[in-house]
């Protein structure tokens, strides 16, 4: 699990992916929400503006980062 540190009460899902070098833009960000392929605390997430706070995990292709 890859731990990613967010200086702020929250992140919204879209700005997560590129923060923690997922999605190299946001339209990239914004295809894989949008084709079901990230998973938010288990479940998947198709909003991409989805705030997440620290102990939230985010999985993609199998790798789980945790928002600290």
Known sequence: MISVKIESEFIKL??????????????????LIKESMVK???EVETRRGKKLYPGDVVEFEGEKYVVE
Request: charged share 25%; no cysteine; proline share 0%.
């Open 14 to 31: 879209e700005q997560f992916l590129k923060f923690a070098s997922i999605a190299q833009t946001g339209g990239m960000a914004k295809e």
């Open 40 to 42: 938010v605390n288990d």
